[in-house]
Structure formats: C-alpha cells, structure tokens
C-alpha cells in the first residue's frame, strides 16, 4: 500500500527557510517522479517543483524558481523541498504527490506559514 508522510512544516519569518521532507513507502520509489504541490483556501492545488524518477530533471513555479530546490534520495525512498527566501504569498499546505500504476497518491500536506 502506497503511503506518502510529509514532515518539515512550521512557521517562519519572510526571508526564511525550511526544508520539507515526504518519506514514501509501498512502491519502487526510484523508478516514480515525485512532485511537491501546494494549495491555499479557495484555489486550485498547484504544482511547485517536479523530479524525474532519476532526479536529473526538475521543473518548478515560475514564481519559485531560484528560491525553492527540490531534491530525492532514492536509498531513502524521500523527496524534499529546500525553499529559501520564502514570502508570505508561499504560505499553504504542501503535498507530495507520486503517481504509481494508474493513479496518483498524496500525502495529508505539512502547513507552512510565512508571516512576521
């Protein structure tokens, strides 16, 4: 059975960092790229960063690019997100997403707040 658990959430400062984690299990973690979206009350979820199955590739926001880094440890069977320089437009709960077989599996979200 296919579980996502994301971790690393809290509450920090405009200009701050935080390093989010989603730990995998259930599936051959290696061969599936992993996302992370985020979303906000009253909008859709949106994609923020995407890694290939062999983390060579990414594809961010265009509003995260240079502030957010998405990395994966496949002997870990994790995928993270370095975001630097966060604004309060960046607060949301964040998902990791994997898409395994037919069909995508999330996690229940980390909330991250940006405020002062």
């Known amino acids: 059975q296919v579980h996502l658990v994301e971790s690393g959430g809290g509450l920090v400062q405009p200009g701050g960092s935080l390093r989010l984690s989603c730990a995998a299990s259930?599936?051959?973690?290696?061969?599936?790229?992993m996302s992370w979206y985020r979303q906000t009350p009253g909008k859709e979820r949106e994609m923020v960063a995407v890694s290939t199955s062999a983390g060579g590739n990414t594809n961010y926001l265009d509003s995260v690019k240079g502030r957010f880094t998405i990395s994966r440890h496949n002997a870990k069977n994790s995928v993270y997100l370095e975001m630097n320089s966060l604004k309060p437009e960046d607060t949301a709960v964040y998902y990791c997403?994997?898409?395994?077989?037919?069909?995508?599996?999330w996690g229940q979200g980390t909330q991250v707040t940006v405020s002062s």
């Open positions: 997403r994997a898409w395994v077989g037919i069909r995508d599996y």
């Open positions: 259930g599936f051959t973690f290696s061969s599936v790229p």
